[in-house]
């Protein structure tokens, strides 16, 4: 039930900035955008949310089309230690799916030292 | 945010039995989830565990596979019942209140 469009993997160099598209063009108003990654043997750990503005924390910043059909996730300098799969995700908080969590395929990000 | 320590972190099982895998959470938290991921895969939702009801399972998941307990905000169980070869795979479980959702580090399981 993934509705959300990433490419399969991106490249990045150490030390320069990311920038990880997602496409979700059926996004109603009430979906929320998030965005996870999970690093190799490891769960899945929490990145950034929005709604509508553009969000920044400590990890990323989150830039949000004003359509909302689109985002994309930034990486101000990658480490290596960001290498991971990350998962652009809709979190519907109507009816039957209340709040659920539903991954797609992800955009798997190689940083090279 | 929350912590969620889940356990076993790995098993080996004999076909035909069951494995409950449990999940414990730091704090109170209204949402609970348990995902399946097969090696080299994404995850999959299995079911949303309520608190003090039944679970709410996803197409393809069932209760008498899949039994799920929450008997409160902080605490959620998940058995793999009757295994078989194909049960092998890494099942996590997800919590959390607004905002992001926190993961345990999941329990592979094999499944001979």
């Known amino acids: 039930d993934a509705k959300t469009t990433q490419p399969n993997s991106m490249e990045s160099n150490e030390e320069e900035p990311v920038h990880l598209p997602c496409n979700h063009s059926?996004?109603?108003?009430?979906?929320?955008i998030h965005w996870y990654r999970q690093l190799p043997s490891q769960g899945p750990e929490y990145v950034i949310h929005?709604?509508?503005s553009n969000v920044n924390n400590r990890m990323a910043s989150l830039a949000i089309a004003e359509d909302r059909k689109s985002s994309t996730l930034i990486l101000h300098r990658a480490t290596l230690r960001d290498a991971a799969v990350y998962y652009c995700?809709?979190?519907?908080?109507?009816?039957?799916?209340?709040?659920?969590?539903?991954f797609g395929r992800g955009t798997q990000l190689t940083v090279w030292p | 945010s929350a912590v969620i320590s889940q356990k076993p972190s790995r098993d080996i099982c004999q076909r035909g039995t069951s494995l409950t895998i449990q999940c414990q959470v730091d704090?109170?938290?209204?949402?609970m989830f348990w995902y399946r991921q097969q090696p080299g895969q994404s995850l999959t939702l299995i079911a949303t565990?309520?608190?003090?009801?039944?679970?709410?399972?996803e197409s393809g998941f069932v209760i008498d596979k899949f039994p799920i307990s929450r008997p409160n905000l902080t605490f959620s169980t998940l058995t793999v019942s009757n295994m078989s070869p194909e049960d092998s795979s890494i099942y996590l479980c997800?919590?959390?209140?607004?905002?992001?959702?926190?993961f345990g580090s999941g329990t592979r399981l094999t499944v001979v």
């Open positions: 059926t996004i109603s108003g009430t979906d929320y």
């Open positions: 997800s919590g959390g209140q607004g905002g992001g959702y926190t």
């Open positions: 995700i809709l979190r519907d908080f109507r009816g039957s799916t209340l709040g659920r969590l539903y």
């Open positions: 704090s109170q938290v209204t949402m």
């Open positions: 565990a309520n608190q003090g009801s039944e679970a709410t399972y």
């Open positions: 929005g709604l509508t």
